[in-house]
């Protein structure tokens, strides 16, 4: 069964700082790693998709790499500005499409 | 991408009753999930809806205590049934659109509250 870990729990800088979020995954067979974006009472946002046959996706100031040897994805933000505070997420796509989710990792970007 | 809308936003309703959640995608797509996510939690997967046929269900899920249909291509309904405190969550539908590899999209999601 694949299990997701996320760390850390919970991560609090000033604005502008570059910043690295970590995600593993326990089962290889993988077909793809998605990060999302969850804000305070609303639905996800997709961030970024790595393809298992991928090592990193970019678009703008993110940028995600996946290791499947090693079973870890981090997603790197450039610059990090106060509207990037949300809950971030990863998640493995296994078979069947079906998605197992970390448990998150609340970002605060202070001005 | 794609565009899904949940009804309802949110719901306050009582213990021992029901409430079903409508999942609309703007598009027709292949594959359709429920999701719940409890209070400070992550996201754990109900069920995978299927067009025409009963609903997928993962490990300590059923389909008395959530129902769930898909008529067509683009809609979908969730019934939490016979509702307790502890299903106080929120619920939300995803779709893909061309199975594995590909992007999933998220609706806003249905918070319930059970008093």
């Known amino acids: 069964k694949q299990e997701v870990t996320q760390i850390p729990a919970a991560l609090s800088v000033p604005e502008g700082e570059n910043l690295v979020l970590n995600c593993s995954f326990t089962?290889?067979?993988?077909?793809?790693l998605q990060w999302f974006r969850q804000d305070p009472g609303k639905g996800l946002t997709s961030l970024l998709l790595?393809?298992?046959?991928?090592r990193e996706q970019t678009s703008g100031r993110l940028n995600a790499s996946l290791d499947k040897s090693s079973g870890r994805s981090t997603l790197y933000i450039a610059a990090s500005q106060p509207g990037d505070s949300a809950t971030y997420l990863c998640?493995?796509?296994?078979?069947?499409?079906?998605?197992?989710f970390g448990e998150g990792t609340q970002l605060t970007v202070n001005p | 991408s794609a565009v899904i809308s949940q009804k309802p936003s949110r719901d306050i309703c009582q213990r021992g009753t029901s409430l079903t959640i409508q999942c609309q995608v703007d598009?027709?797509?292949?594959?359709m999930f429920w999701y719940r996510q409890q209070p400070g939690q992550s996201l754990t997967l109900i069920a995978t809806?299927?067009?025409?046929?009963?609903?997928?269900?993962e490990s300590g899920f059923v389909i008395d205590k959530f129902p769930i249909s898909r008529p067509n291509l683009t809609f979908s309904t969730l019934t939490v049934s016979n509702l307790s405190p502890e299903d106080s969550s929120i619920y939300l539908c995803?779709?893909?659109?061309?199975?594995?590899?590909?992007?999933?999209?998220f609706g806003p999601g249905t918070r319930l509250t059970v008093l």
């Open positions: 995803s779709v893909g659109t061309r199975g594995q590899r590909d992007t999933q999209y």
């Open positions: 790595i393809q298992s046959s991928q």
């Open positions: 809806a299927n067009q025409g046929s009963e609903a997928t269900y």
């Open positions: 089962d290889s067979a993988i077909y793809n």
């Open positions: 598009s027709q797509v292949t594959m």
């Open positions: 998640a493995g796509e296994t078979s069947g499409s079906r998605l197992t």
